[in-house]
């Protein structure tokens, strides 16, 4: 049984950083291309981030509303895939996901299943 758990949300003041960090159980995490998704109450979900398999050299993918300022990498010794957010706004407040997708699909705007949602990290931006 797959269960993916993210990590490292919290409370941060505008311009400032966090990292999360997406582990998995039941799932090789190097071996799926894997996306940050986020949604914010009364909006929804957005796809943020994305770094495909280590068979497809881990090509990242980005949305416009975090490209230069989040950071998505992989940790294939410790089965982990993270996110390092700077420069945080009070829009990039939400709950944070991490799941299983196709990222050439989804960034170019196919449907494409996404699989394994973890429960989520909540992030809130103060001003």
């Known amino acids: 049984q797959v269960q993916m758990v993210e990590s490292g949300g919290g409370l941060v003041q505008a311009g400032g950083s966090l990292r999360l960090s997406c582990t998995a159980s039941?799932?090789?995490?190097?071996?799926?291309?894997i996306g940050w998704f986020r949604q914010a109450p009364g909006r929804e979900r957005e796809g943020i981030s994305c770094?495909?398999?280590?068979?497809?050299?881990?090509?990242?993918y980005y949305s416009n509303s975090v490209k230069g300022r989040f950071t998505i990498s992989r940790d294939s010794a410790r089965n982990t895939l993270d996110l390092q957010m700077d420069s945080l706004k009070p829009d990039d407040t939400a709950t944070y996901f991490c799941?299983?997708?196709?990222?050439?699909?989804?960034?170019?705007?196919?449907?494409?299943?996404?699989?394994?949602w973890g429960v989520g990290t909540q992030v809130t931006v103060a001003t």
């Open positions: 799941a299983a997708v196709n990222c050439w699909y989804y960034y170019n705007g196919y449907d494409t299943p996404i699989a394994y």
């Open positions: 039941g799932l090789n995490l190097s071996d799926y291309a």
């Open positions: 770094i495909s398999s280590r068979d497809s050299d881990g090509e990242t």
